[in-house]
């Protein structure tokens, strides 16, 4: 079977966070994204990144998963952190993933 395909777009939203967005695949559930730390926003997955996000397994989010750091981590580290998770979760459901 060939690898379907997604597109994750980062952008820039104020100097200290990142939005990562997906389209939504049919075969991802809006109760999985939730789950893994995604709003649903349209038709699209979406995650706010921070120095304060908590990368834990493939979950991407901040309350769920106990405290924040008490010193944010610098943005390029949570940002690499959090898109290898989500390769490797995207990756798990057969999709290969670039970031644009």
Do not use: C, H
């Not at 893994?36 to 979950?59: P, R």
């Amino acid at each position: 079977m060939e690898d379907r395909k997604i597109v994750v777009y980062v952008r820039r939203e104020g100097r200290e966070t990142r939005i990562l967005s997906f389209n939504a695949p049919p075969e991802i559930s809006q109760k999985e994204a939730l789950d893994k730390g995604f709003a649903v926003d349209g038709n699209s997955y979406v995650l706010a990144i921070t120095g304060d996000t908590v990368v834990s397994g493939d979950i991407i989010s901040g309350s769920e998963l106990g405290p924040r750091p008490e010193v944010p981590r610098p943005l390029a580290v949570v940002l690499a952190d959090s898109q290898r998770e989500l390769t490797k979760w995207l990756g798990k459901l057969g999709f290969e993933v670039t970031f644009s």
